[in-house]
């Protein structure tokens, strides 16, 4: 069953603007950025993993945030913590006519339209509109592989984007976007964790061992040994 974008969401994703725009947190505009911010309860006990979204040339975010449902400038769990802004002219390769990403590393089909994707914008609206049909699942289906499936679509980086080595690229390259996001992101963790050790010992140290190899492992087998389990 085909759905469109409201009028109110494709007049904002159809937005063109004459000069580049810049970082504005205060407002949560990003242009072209990845942004991520800590998830409830599970960034509590695993500090790296959160919520992440996509930003359109104009700064708005962009998060796959439930079932057939992608926010628009609502950033589903609060204001970024941490950003990588996105070169589009020197890291990503978007084709006049660029082919549709449709599920693996390789795997692309012609955009049934027969359009190109001639910008950022247009990458993301592809996404977009594709995601808006798509169930929501932590586990296979959730906010990183929206973003991977943009990335890709973008050749950002020659492509070959998925949930984990993103997860990663956030971890070891996102910037903080002010002093106070870094406890905001790391502060319940060390709470949580401290309180854990002291009333819990050697059984918290246990829980937290096996539900963070747990679900770690589930990324890396469903990524890289039964890729079908992760959808991009």
Not at 11 to 23: A, D, L, T, V, Y
Not at 133 to 157: D, I, K, P, Q, W
Not at 174 to 185: D, E, H, N, T, Y
Request: hydrophobic share 45%.
């Amino acid at each position: 069953m085909e759905a469109d974008l409201d009028p109110e969401q494709q007049q904002m994703m159809e937005g063109r603007f004459s000069h580049p725009m810049q970082i504005d947190p205060g407002r949560d505009r990003f242009p072209c950025c990845i942004v991520w911010s800590p998830l409830p309860v599970i960034s509590w006990f695993i500090p790296f993993i959160g919520h992440i979204g996509i930003c359109r040339e104009d700064g708005v975010i962009l998060d796959f945030a439930g079932p057939n449902f992608v926010c628009v400038d609502n950033f589903a769990f609060g204001a970024p913590t941490r950003y990588i802004q996105i070169s589009k002219e020197k890291q990503c390769s978007i084709p006049l006519r660029q082919s549709a990403f449709n599920g693996g590393e390789d795997e692309y089909m012609q955009d049934e339209s027969g359009g190109g994707l001639n910008t950022w914008d247009d990458a993301l609206r592809k996404s977009t509109q594709e995601f808006q049909h798509r169930s929501y699942n932590l586990l296979t289906c959730n906010c990183h592989s929206f973003v991977a499936n943009n990335l890709n679509r973008l050749g950002f980086m020659s492509g070959g984007w998925n949930v984990v080595n993103l997860a990663i690229f956030i971890l070891l390259n996102g910037s903080w976007v002010r002093i106070a996001s870094v406890l905001q992101s790391i502060l319940p963790f060390v709470v949580v964790f401290f309180l854990g050790v002291t009333f819990g010992g050697f059984t918290f140290l246990t829980f937290w061992f096996f539900f963070t190899f747990a679900l770690i492992g589930w990324f890396l087998l469903g990524t890289y040994c039964f890729k079908k389990l992760i959808y991009l």
